[in-house]
């Protein structure tokens, strides 16, 4: 059989092709480029073979960083994942209010992140910020700009208010799929309401959820903006998460090799930790 | 074990802002028999899963009574109620192994584990899920997980009745008749009350030992698959049960006889002359044959089915069907055809109207 030949296909391919090349694979080979040489401008450079990686890998600066960003990344994890749960399980399935708490929920994911950082920032303000001031009146001593603990707080809040409706979105995406059936069977069962959320609700959750909590890791692991905005990493080194100190780095001190390199470990941890999590739900997945 | 009584049960869905509550079950009173085999047949929409959930539990009826024994249920939560039901669609609990999903209701209740274990074995015997007991549930087809959803309803021992919902919609042909005829054998042995919602026909009458018939909302028609054949009450029976369906031809009454267009229709049980209402004659197209005397038609069409024959024939703008034999002759000039006197039925605003004599 005689097959015609076709190569059209390149003409739409080709453009992804040089789109892919010059905003991903050229830029990260440049990364490279620069991890594992010395510069002094003018193009000349020098190889350092894994001086900066060691230099990184090494450095307390870097533990602290990876440490905070651990820690924050956890807390809304664990803050944002039962929160959306719980919040999907009591939104309205039909009707007007159905529509209305899901265009309530999807508003703050909507907001630019420096703009939530810029709000929560006036919103913090212990003079005048509603927040703020409200607990300064209340007798809590609270300043953001000056204490760890209230900066943590406020930045672990921020994240919470703009991104736990992402979770609960998709949760409700996911609770909206179960026939009645499954609610009726259950009620003949004699079900609890725990039983049916355990055995029914968070079983079909599983996919979304799997989803969610990936999208919320590596967003909130990859988080610049908003607390750049917020605090700017202070106060002192407090809230500097990795994203905040490799541009410290980079940006502010200009040592683009170990910038580098620290954004090559930055980006593999990122992969590993998706690859282990990602695996090991689809394994459970298929017993 | 109970007896289901349902007193003037009415349901209305809550209607749409500022329109009248339209009625899904309309006035029904109706004695569910313990340990009998029931169908509830009618077409897509006419009350029979509203009638289902209400004796479940799953609908408070907006008017009337239920009764179990002597007991008012209307207002008792499904979970009380010692109701079984299987759905349209398989429902199975997929994170759980196959045991733990028939064990489920008995554990909710809080069975002993070694109760559990020996109900649950039992039933796995009699629905051949023995091997499967140790499986996920998720990775069983639709036959087989349709059987555990059955195997939840059976595992409790204290169930007043079991409801099924249209359960075999979604299974192959060729396993749908081996798996009714599991429900069947169950009920034998058992002796539970079974209610089946269905609108295939074959279903209802070969499973149960009376079958209900809905329509619009209400109750047409109570009996066995021989009463609903030989003898339905309302016009939608008989165009529902049969294959094909009833004739229903237009007719005037004269000295206790039908007639139609000019034709006296002799039947063995006259009916009082002064109906008021709009009269049709009845008749199954099974005792419709054609005769050297009679009423003079035109032959439409002719369906072989193989075992017998579809014949379609015309007089005057009335169209009449008529099952013949396939060895039987069909006259090829000026046919004529006859209605069995014993099996001519006459409605009045689609009511059956009693004959007057025998039977």
Redesign the interface.
Known sequence: MNKTLNQKAWWLVTPVLILVAFNAFIPLMTVVNYAFQETFGNNVFFWEGTTWFEQVLRSDRFHDALVRQLLFTGMILAIEVPLGIGVALTMPRKGHWASVCLVLMALPLLIPWNVVGAMWNIFALPEIGLLGHTLNSMGIDYNFTRQPVAAWMTTVLMDVWHWTSLIVLLCYAGLSSI?D??Y??A??????RW?IFR??QL??MKRVLTIAILLRFMDSFMIYTEPFVLTGGGPGNTTTFLSIDLVKIALGQFDLGPAAAMSLIYFLVVLLICWVFYTIMMRNEE? | MATIRFKNVQHAYPPPKGQDPVYALKEVSQVWEDGSAYALLGPSGCGKTTLLNIISGLLTPSEGKVYFDDQDVTDLPTSDRQIAQVFQFPVVYDTMTVFDNLAFPLRNRGTDEATVKKRVHQIAEMLDLTANLKKKASGLTADGKQKISLGRGLVRSDVNAILFDEPLTVIDPHLKWQLRSKLKELHQQIGVTMIYVTHDQVEALTFANKVVVMYDGAVVQVGTPVELFNKPKHTFVGYFIGSPGMNFLPCKIDRGQPVFHNNILATSHPVSDDLNGRTVVGVRPEFVEFADDGIPVVIEKIEDLGRYQVVTVKHESEVIKMVVNEDQRIPAESPKIHFNPDQIRIYCDDWLVEGGDNE
Do not use: T
């Open positions: 026939p059936d499954y009726q069977a009620n003949i069962d004699g079900a609890s039983a055995f029914i079983p079909k017993q």
